[in-house]
């Protein structure tokens, strides 16, 4: 798979847009990683406001494959 993040700046914030790519099948698996990636970017993003974040293993639990 492939990993993209592009930065771009709108109305005096910075635009994170994200892409994970070229899955081999777009299954259970895939919408794990998918939901797993957006409770990363928000731990990321309080980490950025506050200092504090939510990295695994302490982030949000959405199934045993954790």
Do not use: Y
Request: proline fraction near 5%.
């Amino acid at each position: 798979t492939e990993i993209e993040f592009a930065l771009s700046p709108q109305d005096g914030q910075t635009i994170v847009m994200f892409g994970h790519r070229h899955w081999r099948d777009g299954g259970e698996f895939m919408a794990h990683c998918s939901t797993k990636w957006a409770i990363f970017l928000m731990s990321l993003k309080s980490f950025v406001e506050t200092g504090e974040g939510a990295p695994s293993p302490g982030d949000v639990r959405i199934s045993n494959w954790h």
